[in-house]
Structure formats: structure tokens, C-alpha cells
């Protein structure tokens, strides 16, 4: 069974006020508008992603909700994952090597730099500082969820708002 992940960087959010936590910081409107847009695109491929996991920072949970919704997906259903933010690219794989094996597709939201690294170790592939709001698509041919691993999954696109703007 092939199995697909969809690494999705939250999209632009507010700077750090000096008053406020990292982990507090909000989507600002134009991160709103691309992570929907970018959602509406993956729902235009006819993607639906079968589970959803998302830091618990605002910025990646919002981005989940607003590409959920795009995907027709009821966004309560997302699942937050504490580790996801500061947690290091273990985190990451902890929470893929997690997925229920009945998934053929899973979306995680997550932070920079770590997402990146991310794709990076999961596919051996060049995908450099992923920008945000940004989607890597890799796929894994029969392989369960549980062995996800380095150079496991091949690249298949990386999606960004500001390539979707130029064409």
C-alpha cells in the first residue's frame, strides 16, 4: 500500500511581540488567505488526507483548521501534538511512526526548522528551508507508518504560496 504524507509549514504569522510567547503567536491575514488557498488547491487534486496532526502553537493549528476546511475535512478532528513544537525532528518522527496503519494519507502541520530537516531526512532530497505555508508531498511504497524512517519516502512535489501566486 502506498502511503502519503503531506509536511505542511504553518503559513505567515505575526511577529513575537516582546509581551508574547512563541508558542501564542496568530496567523496574520494574508497566512490566513494563503493557507486556504493552498488547501483549495490540494482539494482541487481531489486530496483528502485521511488524519490530521498539528502543533499546538496557534500558528500551526490555525493553518491545520483553514487548509481542513478547504479539504472538506471537519478541522475538530485534527489531532494536536505537544512535541511537535521544539520538540526536533524526533518529535516529528514519533508522531508519524504513530499513525494508525488503516491511513493511507496523513497532513502534520509543524514549525521551521524542523519540518524541513524533516522532508529532508525522510526523503534524502534538497528541499532547503521549506517557506511558509508550504506543503512537501512524499510518498512511501509499501511501507507502514510505523517504519518511516530516513531516506524511506521519495519527494514528490513541494507546494508553495508564492509559486501558486506566479502561475
Not at 524526533?90 to 497532513?107: E, L, T
Not at 525522510?122 to 518511516?148: Q, R
Amino acid at each position: 500500500m502506498k502511503r502519503t504524507l503531506y509536511l505542511v509549514r504553518h503559513a505567515k504569522a505575526e511577529d513575537r511581540a516582546s509581551f508574547q510567547r512563541d508558542h501564542d503567536r496568530e496567523l496574520v491575514p494574508e497566512g490566513i488567505m494563503a493557507a486556504a488557498r493552498i488547501g483549495r488547491h490540494l482539494a482541487d487534486q481531489g486530496i483528502k488526507p485521511d488524519f490530521l496532526i498539528s502543533s499546538t502553537a496557534n500558528r500551526a493549528r490555525d493553518t491545520g483548521k483553514v487548509m481542513a476546511e478547504q479539504l472538506h475535512i471537519d478541522p475538530e478532528k485534527m489531532v494536536l501534538e505537544p512535541k511537535l513544537f521544539d520538540g526536533g525532528p524526533k518529535a516529528y518522527i514519533a508522531a508519524i511512526n504513530g499513525v494508525d496503519q488503516h491511513c493511507g494519507s496523513v497532513m502534520l502541520f509543524g514549525h521551521n526548522p524542523d519540518i524541513s530537516y524533516f522532508a529532508e531526512y525522510l526523503t534524502h532530497a534538497d528541499v532547503g528551508s521549506m517557506s511558509k505555508g508550504a506543503v512537501a508531498i512524499i510518498e512511501f511504497e509499501d511501507l507502514d507508518w510505523a517504519a518511516v524512517s530516513g531516506r524511506t519516502g521519495h519527494l514528490i512535489d513541494l507546494i508553495s504560496p508564492k509559486k501558486m501566486k506566479e502561475s
